[in-house]
C-alpha cells in the first residue's frame, strides 16, 4: 500500500509507516490520534484555522525550538502511487507544501489508509528526524 519514498516535484520524501489502533473513515479522525501522542510527550498541539488561508497545513505542533506543520490526507485508492494525482488536495495546498520545502521548513504529510499512517517528510540533512510521538500515535 506504501512504499518508503517518493517524488514530489523533485524533491524526495521519505516515508515511514506505522499501525494505527483504529480503522480510519474520515481525516480528522486522526487528528485526535495526533494529538493525544504529541501532547503525551510534551508537545504542543494547535490545530490551523485554515478558512481564508489557501494551502495551510492541518496542524502545527511545538516542543522547545521543535515544530512541525502536518498535512493528513486519506487515501481512497488502493495504493498511493504519486502524492499529487492519488490524494485530495484543496486549492493552495500544494504550493504551501512546495514553499515549506523550498524554505527548509519542518513539513510532514501523513497518508492514513485503514489501519496504517504513512509519514513523509522531505529527505535532506537541514530536516531533522521524525518527532518521537509518531511511534506513540
Known amino acids: 500500500m506504501f512504499s518508503a519514498e517518493y517524488s514530489l516535484f523533485g524533491t524526495l520524501l521519505t516515508g515511514t509507516t506505522v499501525p494505527v489502533k483504529s480503522c480510519m473513515v474520515h481525516e480528522d479522525d486522526y ?3 495526533i494529538k493525544k501522542a504529541a501532547e503525551r510527550l510534551d508537545w504542543n498541539y494547535y490545530r490551523l484555522e485554515t478558512r481564508g488561508k489557501d494551502g495551510m497545513a492541518d496542524m ?16 481512497k485508492k488502493a495504493k498511493l502511487r ?9 486549492y493552495g495546498q500544494l504550493a504551501f507544501l512546495k514553499r515549506c520545502f523550498r524554505n527548509k521548513t519542518r513539513y510532514m504529510l501523513v497518508v492514513v489508509k485503514e489501519r496504517f499512517a504513512l509519514y513523509l517528510k522531505e529527505n535532506s540533512d537541514e530536516v531533522p528526524d521524525y518527532p518521537d510521538f ?3 500515535v
Open 134 to 136: 509518531i511511534e506513540c
Open 60 to 75: 502545527l505542533v511545538t516542543r522547545r525550538e521543535e515544530y512541525w506543520f502536518i498535512e493528513v490526507k486519506r487515501l
Open 31 to 33: 487528528y485526535t490520534h
Open 82 to 90: 504519486t502524492i499529487e494525482d492519488d490524494l485530495q488536495w484543496q
